[in-house]
């Protein structure tokens, strides 16, 4: 059985691995396949946030009663994180590969620094918290996960 927060980091790494693939692309001038690679990225990333935002912190607001300010804290960082795609994005289809690098590194920055908060304190929490309730929501996150992969 998954908790929380193993398929929480296994989702963190497999996006991860998908934008290595566009990194790689770009670094050799492959547009159309890092155009590829970015869109499976970018809606891993989006189903990702959704599933956290609709599944996950409703359920620990609801168990904890409240609790805004570190899960607002988290929300702003997940807006960030899009907006920081969406620069990605269009740096792509310009094919600048210099703007591309340049939002890279942003991007890397706040999603280690974001990544963190989450795996090392948000989601052990969560399991402890939510411990009785892992299956269920496990198996939530895992069928809107993975039910609009490709």
Same mark, same amino acid.
């Given at each position: ?9 296994? #989702?963190? $790494?497999?996006? #991860? ?6 990194? +790689? ?6 547009? /159309?396949?890092?155009? $590829? ?9 989006? @189903?990702?946030?959704? +599933?956290?935002?609709? *599944?996950?912190? /409703? ?10 300010? /570190? ?22 289809? @310009?094919?600048? /590969? ?13 999603? $280690? ?13 969560? #399991?402890? *918290?939510?411990?009785?309730? +892992?299956?269920? *929501? ?13």
């Amino acid at each position: 059985m998954d908790t929380i927060c193993d398929y929480l980091v296994y #989702d963190h $790494q497999r996006c #991860d691995a998908l934008f290595s693939q566009v990194e +790689t692309s770009v670094a050799s001038r492959e547009w /159309p396949r890092a155009e $590829q690679s970015f869109r499976l990225f970018s809606s891993a990333v989006d @189903r990702h946030i959704r +599933t956290e935002e609709g *599944i996950l912190f /409703p359920t620990f607001e609801k168990a904890i009663r409240g609790s805004g300010m /570190p899960l607002g804290m988290l929300r702003v960082e997940h807006q960030r994180i899009r907006a920081i795609v969406d620069r990605l994005h269009h740096a792509l289809c @310009r094919s600048d /590969p210099v703007d591309f690098m340049l939002h890279t590194e942003t991007l890397a920055l706040l999603m $280690q620094q974001h990544n963190v908060k989450e795996e090392d304190m948000l989601y052990p929490l969560l #399991d402890r *918290i939510l411990g009785s309730r +892992t299956v269920e *929501i496990v198996c939530a996150m895992r069928e809107k996960l993975e039910s609009t992969i490709q």
